[in-house]
């Protein structure tokens, strides 16, 4: 690992030296445990030999792209807010399913990024009233 994300990694999923190895969860932010459904998805695609991977100078492409725009730290590994573009991206390397026995992977839907910043902001605001709570119990009474 290096400036807290792993080098060589084709759409955070693929190591480009050995496309056997394979990562499920190097993202951050946000509708994570949807990115982590669809990332094994993909990896038990390619696993199967149900998907393939474009040409390796594409992978090198893209994390040199990727590295360019968001820097070679965590922000490389930040999905938000491109859900689109990240959960298509990862819906066509997979493919469709063969033989009715995969799960299918529908297209993005924006929806799950509102219930994601609704949910947030649920979590958010309950921080503030127990702060505000705890500091209102301990401030010494006058």
Known sequence: MRNNRVPGLYQHVVWQKDPTLLFVSAVAAGLTFKIFEWQAVLVAR?????????P???MARWESERVGQRGDGVRFTLVFPDF????????????DPTGGVER????????WVKA???????????????NAQARDEVRPKL
Do not use: I, S
């Open 46 to 54: 390619l696993l199967a030999g149900r998907a393939t991977l474009p």
């Open 56 to 58: 390796a100078e594409e």
């Open 84 to 95: 689109e573009e990240y959960f298509e991206a990862v819906r066509r390397l997979a493919g």
């Open 104 to 111: 299918a992977l529908p297209p993005f839907n924006p929806e």
């Open 116 to 130: 994601f910043l609704d949910g947030h902001q649920l979590k958010k605001n309950m921080w503030k009233r127990l």
